[in-house]
T-cell receptor, first 111, second 114 residues
Framework: GDSVTQMEGPVTLSEEAFLTINCTYTATGYPSLFWYVQYPGEGLQLLLKATKADDKGSNKGFEATYRKETTSFHLEKGSVQVSDSAVYFCALRSRSPGLVFGAGTILRVKS | DAGVIQSPRHEVTEMGQEVTLRCKPISGHDYLFWYRQTMMRGLELLIYFNNNVPIDDSGMPEDRFSAKMPNASFSTLKIQPSEPRDSAVYFC????????????FGEGSRLTVL
């Protein structure tokens, strides 16, 4: 079945450091790919998405490129802030409207 | 605009009791999803509805779990009887008919079964 694998956390960075959170997927066909973010005590919010190969999703300084050849959708940000501390989820949608989520990666940014 | 509204935010109950979680989706959204979040299993899709009709309930763990959507603005997830392993955060999410992939999540209901 469809699945998403994310790098394990927590990831701890200093403010202004470069961020990469790895995400790979297994799916039939051509899934759409997403990154969601969850702040403490809140629900998940869509951060960015890409619907076909080589698409780049971007939002709030975060970027991710849909790489079909490596089945990956890694999240990057050039300079993280303390306010970026949260849990980040990679997800895919393939044959059903429901999203399949990865395990989530905790990001902690220190000032 | 109001987002997805869930209640209660926190529920503590004893094993064997009935638990009912409630969700009001965003007006105009025709898809509604129930997810469960635990440390061990992450986010699991339990069931989803389209136009108030359950489409896929293959994620519902046991017969103790049931979900209904009597109208477009209300859904319930019921656990009867509850067990300690049901302790989790339960999220409701909704999405518009023109499904773009974005799910709008509520803040979740944290359930603790003692």
């Amino acid at each position: 079945g469809d699945s998403v694998t994310q790098m394990e956390g927590p990831v701890t960075l200093s403010e202004e450091a470069f961020l990469t959170i790895n995400c790979t997927y297994t799916a039939t066909g051509y899934p759409s790919l997403f990154w969601y973010v969850q702040y403490p005590g809140e629900g998940l919010q869509l951060l960015l998405k890409a619907t076909k190969a080589d698409d780049k999703g971007s939002n709030k300084g975060f970027e991710a490129t849909y790489r079909k050849e490596t089945t990956s959708f890694h999240l990057e940000k050039g300079s993280v802030q303390v306010s970026d501390s949260a849990v980040y989820f990679c997800a895919l949608r393939s044959r059903s409207p429901g999203l399949v989520f990865g395990a989530g990666t905790i990001l902690r940014v220190k000032s | 605009d109001a987002g997805v509204i869930q209640s209660p935010r926190h529920e503590v109950t004893e094993m064997g009791q009935e638990v009912t979680l409630r969700c009001k989706p965003i007006s105009g959204h025709d898809y509604l999803f129930w997810y469960r979040q635990t440390m061990m299993r992450g986010l699991e899709l339990l069931i989803y509805f389209n136009n108030n009709v359950p489409i896929d309930d293959s994620g519902m763990p046991e017969d103790r779990f049931s979900a209904k959507m009597p109208n477009a603005s209300f859904s319930t997830l019921k656990i009867q009887p509850s067990e300690p392993r049901d302790s989790a955060v339960y999220f409701c999410a909704s999405s518009p008919q023109a499904f773009t992939g974005e799910l709008f999540f509520g803040e979740g209901s944290r359930l603790t079964v003692l």
